[in-house]
DNA sequence: ATTGTGGCCTGCCCGC
DNA sequence: TGCGGGCAGGCCACAA
């Protein structure tokens, strides 16, 4: 799924319904879900007799802090549970699905892609549910490899991220360490709505292109988070073989850039 | 150091 | 109906 607009969507389900709900147990049957060293036997052990106490986001990283383990009178807060979607993860709250359905891969409900869960004392479940595999759950997950959210850009910060790029405007502002939470989905929308081709190197860009391209991902998360998520923009239908500029009727091309899927319009989009 | 490429993993859809 | 190929909104390690 996932972009930030889908991640932003579960943070607020899992703020609102899943804080200070005491945690009695994990299933973490896939080891190979865990990322950087955490192993089943950890997570299992540190989650029990905390609560998540606040729901946050960087990116499309979805961050749980954790309370201090009431079994030992712990004083100390507790880790933070970082779970990524990447592009087929969902996360369910008391077996309910939250943000949107995915585009790209099934919404079924298969239990063979419940990777990992935790079980509240009142016998609700957080699952997470990835059929392709591509997600994952931290422990402590070093924020400090993201760059600055994607909410928060502004021109000043895009001529500061993007200005000595030399790469296309479009695999910029797909690096997670510099602006963190757009994906391709969005990119291709943001490049539209600014009238940027995807392959113009990052640094080839004016001053009013950069506030014209900061401007358009203000607009693009404000417009499709309010219609729904990062499959709503204006060029998502058009988004296929034969293809048509929904603003001026040209020919859409597909190319790939920076390894991506990318949809354009060649008439306004220079 | 930065940038581009390939790989990861599995499901689904299309054409034969 | 079955099968193979290609594609998919993620990230990461590696090579140049």
Same mark, same amino acid.
């Given at each position: 799924m996932p972009e930030i607009l889908e991640v932003e969507a579960t943070r607020r389900a899992v703020g609102a319904h899943a804080l200070e709900r005491?945690? %009695? &147990? %994990?299933? +973490?049957?896939? +080891?190979?879900?865990?990322? /950087? !060293?955490?192993?089943p036997a950890v997570i299992t052990a540190v989650l029990p007799g905390r609560r998540f106490v606040a729901a946050r986001r960087h990116g499309k990283l979805l961050l749980?802090?954790?309370?201090? #383990?009431? +079994? /030992?009178? #712990?004083?100390?807060a507790g880790p933070t549970l970082g779970?990524?979607? &990447?592009?087929?993860? /969902? %996360?369910?709250? #008391?077996g309910d699905p939250t943000g949107d359905p995915l585009r790209y891969a099934s919404n079924r409900d298969d239990r063979d892609w419940y990777r990992f869960s935790v079980h509240f004392a009142d016998g609700g479940t957080l699952v997470m549910r990835d059929p392709r595999r591509l997600g994952a759950v931290l422990l402590d997950p070093d924020e400090t490899r993201l760059g600055i959210d994607a909410f928060d850009v502004t021109t000043a910060t895009l001529r500061e991220r993007?200005? !000595?790029r030399r790469s296309p405007v479009k695999a910029a502002l797909l690096q997670q360490r510099d602006i963190a939470g757009l994906g391709n989905l969005l990119v291709d929308e943001i490049l539209w709505r600014a009238d940027l081709d995807?392959?113009?190197d990052a640094s080839s860009l004016t001053a009013p292109e950069q506030r014209r391209l900061a401007s358009a991902i203000r607009t693009t998360l404000r417009t499709l988070g309010r219609r729904g998520g990062s499959h709503t923009g204006d060029l998502m239908e058009s988004r296929q073989p034969g293809g048509r500029c929904p603003r001026d009727g040209a020919p859409l091309r597909h190319d790939t850039v920076g390894? /991506?899927?990318t949809w354009w319009c060649p008439k306004h989009q220079r």
């Open positions: 005491p945690i %009695v &147990g %994990v299933d +973490a049957p896939d +080891a190979w879900y865990l990322k /950087r !060293g955490l192993t749980l802090d954790t309370s201090p #383990d009431a +079994a /030992r009178a #712990d004083t100390d779970l990524h979607l &990447g592009m087929t993860g /969902r %996360v369910l709250l #008391d993007l200005g !000595g995807p392959h113009r390894g /991506r899927s």
